[in-house]
């Protein structure tokens, strides 16, 4: 997949981190940021509508958009399929929209498995401490503390290095939250490692 | 160099870039930013003053104190050593202070080399061209292109890839890059490679 100008976000983490809200609140700000909904074959719940919160699928047809490459990538959970329409996300990117979605865990790994560039935003709750001043004053906190502080599960904490950011969504205050992730979005437009490779080395080497 | 709780920002580029406004600015907002003052063996300007632009020493004291290790590192510049004082860099990272600083690009080097958790932002000036704009759009332009616009000698972008940002300051709008500035000394607080890697391990081995 070939990366275009706009920048892939995913947002994932433990359930109950307040994903939905604040992914909401985001959009609402960012005029230039796109959602992606997702594929799934499990049935659609109550109040659940097709095209918004997910494109519901039989699994033969899964199956065949796959093999024909219309999913960026695919993984089960609960005995069900899940994946990213690729044609919406590679479309939006290359015209320089940012993307972002909100996959559960499993499901960031494999986008960024297929899609190295993403940014991948682990976002926890936090209802009983006040984590995010913690985690901003005291950086010498092994990561088991704070495991145990974010009630990271042992099998999400595993995982978390292939993050690349943390961002904690206290209670009572999700307007914190929006606005470390939107720093986030601002700040990775100005990243240098997003600057081709082949052309810096070409720089070097003359 | 034991890490401290805060976290170093070094902001660098080609004069004329406006780093001294925009730190200037960023200093002013954010009262947990503290400013590391250069020690220099060279000649005061007129306007200069001790301990607020420089500490300015002789060259046997300069020499003494990097002996001593009282120097974070140092780099010869126009015939000048510069240098970065440790003490006050290391105790306000512990005490949970960022710490910003401007040296020229060989210093900012020199201190990423000395301590490799160090932010690196480099500053670009744009008299010319809607340079921000551009880059945040296209993001396929070669390096090649991107350093003729913005005015990088070929010298300095030989070292480009060893900073982490890229920032423009476009010319009438000082405004625009202090918050990409912002944005990215807020963001950076969240990146998870900050978390002790031990600790990490130590969870995934277990």
């Known amino acids: 997949m070939v990366a275009g100008p706009g920048l892939l976000f995913v947002v994932s983490g433990p359930s109950g981190a307040g994903k939905d809200t604040l992914v909401e609140a985001l959009r609402e700000r960012l005029p230039r940021l796109r959602y992606s909904v997702s594929a799934t074959t499990r049935q659609p719940r109550e109040n659940e509508r097709e095209g918004e919160h997910y494109f ?34 590679v479309q939006s990117l290359a015209e320089g929209y940012d993307v972002i979605m909100k996959p559960e865990v499993n499901g960031a790994l494999a986008v960024k498995a297929a899609y190295p560039d993403a940014v991948l935003i682990f976002l926890v709750p936090d209802r009983f401490t006040h984590l995010r001043e913690r985690l901003l004053a005291r950086r010498t906190e092994t990561n088991e503390e704070i495991a145990r502080r974010l009630e990271i599960a042992h099998q999400e904490m595993k995982f978390i290095r292939s993050f690349d950011y943390i961002v904690v969504n ?37």
Chains 1, 2 share one sequence.
């Open 56 to 89: 519901f699928l039989s699994r033969a047809e899964f199956e065949r958009r796959m093999r024909d490459g219309e999913l960026l990538e695919r993984r089960e959970y609960n005995g069900n399929l899940y994946g990213t329409p690729r044609g919406y996300v």
């Open 170 to 206: 206290e209670q009572g205050n999700p307007e914190q939250a929006v606005r470390d992730l939107q720093a986030i979005l601002q700040a990775e437009r100005f990243r240098i490692h997003r600057y081709p490779d082949d052309s810096i080395r070409r720089v070097e080497s003359s």
